[in-house]
């Protein structure tokens, strides 16, 4: 499964952006999807993330602001991303796990996307 983020990009404090996720194959069999993030010089920090049954889990920091989404149709994972933080600065990764596991680990996936960079000043 190869995965492609866009979405990205600069935003004063306060806006939103959407980043989209693209997958090459069908995510409706994944059993895990998420949306992971890293700063520079840190490990990479799950954000948010759904599981096949449509659970979804957020870390605390992005509570309330962030909301990830699923289209299989279309075969692409979504965050809406609202009032945006300087914190919130990082790049922001796609992922997409075919085992069971915790969905908000790294550990649990097996495919990655490239990336996107989220700026927020």
């Known amino acids: 499964v190869q995965l492609v983020e866009s979405g990205g990009g600069s935003v004063q404090a306060g806006g939103a952006l959407r980043l989209s996720c693209v997958a090459s194959?069908?995510?409706?069999?994944?059993?895990?999807m998420g949306w992971f993030r890293q700063y520079p010089g840190k490990g990479r920090e799950g954000v948010s993330a759904?599981?096949?049954?449509?659970?979804?889990s957020h870390v605390d920091s992005v509570k309330g602001r962030f909301t990830i989404s699923r289209d299989n149709d279309k075969n692409t994972l979504y965050l809406q991303m609202n009032i945006l933080k300087p914190e919130d600065t990082a790049m922001y990764y796609c992922?997409?796990?075919?085992?069971?596991?915790?969905?908000?680990?790294?550990?649990?996936?097996?495919?990655w996307g490239q990336g996107t960079q989220v700026t927020v000043s």
């Open positions: 992922a997409a796990s075919s085992k069971y596991g915790n969905c908000r680990e790294v550990r649990t996936y097996d495919y």
């Open positions: 194959e069908g995510i409706m069999d994944t059993y895990c």
């Open positions: 759904m599981d096949i049954d449509g659970q979804v």
